[in-house]
């Protein structure tokens, strides 16, 4: 999900319940166990029917924090503590499943171990790193230590006769971490097994030819202080003392694992494809000079998995479908057809699905090596379903159907551009009986994660009074996601444009002005920056004339709570081509920590003209 950077855990299978265990009291003191909130480590075991002599440890995703920020972000949720962890889990489907026709392993003991780092369990700090007056724990390390060491107290894990380590997204780079460490733990008795999916990610540039995913991580290595305190696989480190950034670096890191691993991925992964590639491609909506870049990308996934497919105990199920995560479906939402954690029994390759795959090798001693010899976007078992708006690679433009609202016709937006840059969609736009409404909507298939919505009233309307009604408060858009914009604007182009914006730009401190009044563009005497009170409804209203531009915003009961004007002799725009615009987007195209859709409801609109 930065890009995420951040996915969602959403659960779809309603059958046995998951119970919730937190680490021990003494393996936390131990380890120095902590979420970066502070709170002890959590994991869900399914505590009915299953062999205690059998175990599948699986590693929670859920992308990376790379600075204090973002990792600050993570405290208001399960991503950075256990605070507000439910007491069950839903079967999560897939090798977590109960159920016998969907997973052979059914019968043993599965744990789903919660994410709550930010760093694929390999941070590990002493001290407490201060933000905004909050301390942050960076104890991902310690954190996989005390759940292991709390389930050997439970359940004798250490003297289990077999254990599978998997993990998916995050969790899939963890088991690439930390499989030899786990391993270790284990008695020499104990058939010990890898099964990182969906963890391969590449080394590999942007379409800019910009290394964003190597430098992120480089970025945050100080942070998390992984390298310098050794936390990945200690072969890597010692070989690549010069360059130790490469251990964090799957391709890399498979070189030097020794225990018996399954690796399970996708070549044309769509979490790679969005926030490594930086490309938005899908077989209803990609262009072919798209297409090519997807594809080169395949060859370079197969370029870097060579030196693990030349280890012995490397064995592999790649296929060419764009997904994130094949072997658990808790992050669709109960969608079997969504982007993300599907095909565990769907997408087929050499006439095998990764269910099948798995258990051929695992239980059979089958082949070791399914690999798509299909490419992008040919495999006909690849489920690709909501499709998104066949537009997602062409410029933004206003030329879906026309909505109208308030006596006017208004253009949805559609496409990709800014501002931001963001992706456009017009879904995120309708009118209803309440008025119109503006939607910043959840995604999947978009590299932000979210797709953002405006709309163009499409006739020039001249000077005059531009009257906004809103219904609902506007002073905390996404839950106070700093990155949300809310724009009431006239625009033609970035010269000429007088703004009305809801947004924090960026800053995330409590209390920032949330609101502004711009004549385009910004200086002393054009813009003004102010703090929107909490008000259920509220009017905001740009008078525009030919010498002066006033802001005004007003309560439902006409009490002015906001009104400033430009400077003297501060030059406005030409009536010709300025259009009105409302939108709402996302600033730097990304969001800062939202987690789900932003809805604003414009119950009115009226033009009044200048009289003057």
């Known amino acids: 999900m930065k890009r995420s950077i951040f996915s969602f855990v959403m659960l779809w299978h309603l059958s046995l319940a998951m119970n919730l265990h937190l680490a021990s009291n003494s393996s936390v003191a131990h380890h120095g166990a902590a979420c970066l909130d502070g709170s002890p480590p959590g994991f869900y075991v399914d505590d009915v029917n299953t062999d205690r002599t059998r ?32 007491p069950t889990l839903a079967d999560l489907g897939g090798i977590l499943s109960n159920n016998v026709t969907e997973n052979d392993l059914h019968n043993y003991t599965r744990v789903f171990i919660k994410y709550c780092d930010g760093s694929s369990f390999s941070s590990l700090r002493s001290q407490p790193v201060t933000y905004q007056g909050s301390s942050l724990y960076f104890r991902g390390f310690g954190n996989l230590n005390a759940v292991l060491d709390s389930l050997d107290e439970l359940y004798n894990l250490y003297s289990a006769n077999e254990v599978i380590l998997s993990g998916g997204s995050a969790g899939g780079l963890a088991v690439f971490y930390h499989a030899d460490h786990v391993g270790s733990l284990m008695s020499k008795a104990t058939r010990f097994t890898a099964f990182p999916d969906a963890g391969f990610f590449l080394d590999a540039t942007n379409t800019k030819n910009v290394s964003v995913y190597r430098q992120d991580f480089i970025n945050a290595d100080p942070l998390w202080n992984t390298t310098a305190a050794g936390t990945v696989n200690q072969a890597c480190l010692q070989a690549n003392s010069d360059a130790t950034w490469k251990c964090l670096m799957a391709p890399y890191l498979s070189a030097y694992i020794v225990s018996d691993t399954f690796i399970m991925n996708s070549d044309v992964d769509h979490w790679q494809m969005n926030n490594i590639l930086q490309i938005d491609c899908v077989p209803s909506a990609c262009s072919p000079s798209s297409i090519i870049q997807v594809n080169t990308y395949r060859e370079l996934f197969y370029t870097q998995l060579q030196t693990a497919k030349a280890r012995a105990n490397m064995h592999f199920y790649i296929d060419s479908c764009i997904v994130h995560e094949q072997n658990l479906r808790y992050c669709d939402g109960g969608n079997l057809h969504g982007w993300n954690c599907v095909g565990w029994t769907e997408h087929l390759v050499m006439s095998t699905t990764p269910q099948q795959a798995f258990s051929d090798y695992y239980f059979r001693n089958a082949s070791t090596a399914w690999i798509d010899t299909s490419a992008y976007p040919t495999n006909p078992s690849c489920v690709f379903s909501p499709n998104p708006p066949t537009t997602l690679d062409t410029p933004a433009t206003s030329t879906a159907e026309p909505l109208s609202f308030a006596g006017y016709s208004w253009l949805p937006k559609e496409g990709f551009g800014g ?5 456009w969609w017009s879904n995120g736009t309708s009118v209803q009986d309440d008025g119109l409404h503006v939607q910043l909507q959840a995604a999947p298939w978009s590299s932000q994660g979210f797709a953002c919505a405006e709309v163009t009233l499409n006739q020039s309307l001249g000077y005059g009074n531009y009257s906004f009604s809103l219904t609902g408060s506007v002073d905390s858009l996404g839950h106070g996601d700093p990155h949300v ?73 006409d009490v002015v709570v906001y009104d400033w004007q430009t400077a003297a002799k501060e030059k406005m725009p030409a009536p010709d081509g300025m259009l009105v615009h409302i939108n709402l987007w996302l600033f730097q195209g990304k969001s800062y920590n939202l987690t789900e859709g932003v809805e604003v409801v414009v119950s009115d609109f009226e033009h009044v003209p200048w009289s003057g």
């Open 55 to 86: 175990f599948v440890l699986f590693l929670e995703g859920g992308g990376w924090c790379f600075d204090t920020a973002s990792c600050y972000g993570r405290t208001k949720g399960a991503s950075g503590s256990s605070k507000s962890l439910a």
């Open 419 to 423: 501002p931001g840059p963001n992706r």
């Open 485 to 557: 914009v809310l724009g009431l604007f006239l625009y033609k182009n970035d010269q000429n444009e007088l703004d009305i914006e809801m947004s924090r730009w960026g800053n995330a401190t409590t209390g920032a002005n949330n609101a502004d009044c711009v004549n385009q563009p910004p200086s002393a005497g054009r813009a003004s920056y102010w703090a929107m009170p909490h008000l259920d409804a509220s009017r905001h209203v740009i008078v525009y004339e030919p010498n002066r531009m006033v802001c005004l915003a007003e309560t439902e009961g």
